[in-house]
Antibody
Framework: QVQLQESGPGLVKPSETLSLTCSVS?????????WGWIRQPPGKGLEWIGN???????YYNPSLKSRVSISVDTSKNQFSLRLSSVTAADTAVYYC??????WGQGTLVTVSS | EIVLTQSPGTLSLSPGERATLSCRAS???????LAWYQQKPGQAPRVLIY???SRATGIPDRFSGSGSGTDFTLTISRLEPEDFAVYYC?????????FGQGTKVEIK
């Protein structure tokens, strides 16, 4: 069974960089599929952040493209999200996912000083 | 980008009734790459349907998806108490992947 688990700081200061890691078990990232990040501000809908293919190709939401980076560490079977210059509007539950079927449980990141 | 519009915003129904949720795309969704999710408070979204009509593993057969091109439908044949939740559609055929704004199915 494929399982994903997000980890990272729950509190980030404005203007700093948000960094999250998704640890994958039950499947090797290097074997295929898109690996991505989605977020959900409190009380609001879902927003797709971006994907990375197992080959390393990346696809980002144009609204975040200038601030976001997704990378893969196949040796650790993990992939990561970096979002720079954060503001309060980036406060959200962040989910990692394999394609559309397997999702992590999500982690709340609050941007506040 | 493909904009997905879900309707209605809220659906008030009783257990046992049939629910029909709509997802309309601003342009054709490639290869019927359309998924439906259910989300309950405090939980991650759970995929119900992918490929417009394929039920995900473990999803009861009262959930069904249909449609192609720009018009898609999620049908819940008979609502169970655990089905009252928010439902989202997502297209994943064209980057950027996009979500609809959600339909809340509430108890009447």
């Amino acid at each position: 069974q494929v399982q994903l688990q997000e980890s990272g700081p729950g509190l980030v200061k404005p203007s700093e960089t948000l960094s999250l890691t998704c640890s994958v078990s039950g499947y090797s990232i290097s074997s295929g599929y898109y690996w991505g990040w989605i977020r959900q501000p409190p009380g609001k809908g879902l927003e797709w952040i971006g994907n990375i293919f197992h080959s390393g190709s990346t696809y980002y939401n144009p609204s975040l493209k200038s601030r976001v980076s997704i990378s893969v560490d196949t040796s650790k079977n993990q992939f990561s999200l970096r979002l720079s210059s954060v503001t309060a509007a980036d406060t959200a539950v962040y989910y990692c996912a394999r394609g559309v079927v397997f999702w992590g449980q999500g982690t709340l990141v609050t941007v506040s000083s | 980008e493909i904009v997905l519009t879900q309707s209605p915003g809220t659906l008030s129904l009783s257990p046992g009734e049939r629910a029909t949720l709509s997802c309309r795309a601003s342009q054709s969704v490639s290869s019927s790459s359309l998924a439906w999710y259910q989300q309950k408070p405090g939980q991650a979204p759970r995929v119900l349907i992918y490929g417009a009509s394929s039920r995900a593993t473990g999803i009861p057969d009262r959930f069904s998806g249909s449609g192609s091109g720009t018009d898609f439908t999620l049908t819940i044949s008979r609502l169970e108490p655990e089905d009252f939740a928010v439902y989202y559609c997502q297209q994943y055929g064209t980057s950027p992947w996009t979500f609809g704004q959600g339909t809340k199915v509430e108890i009447k």
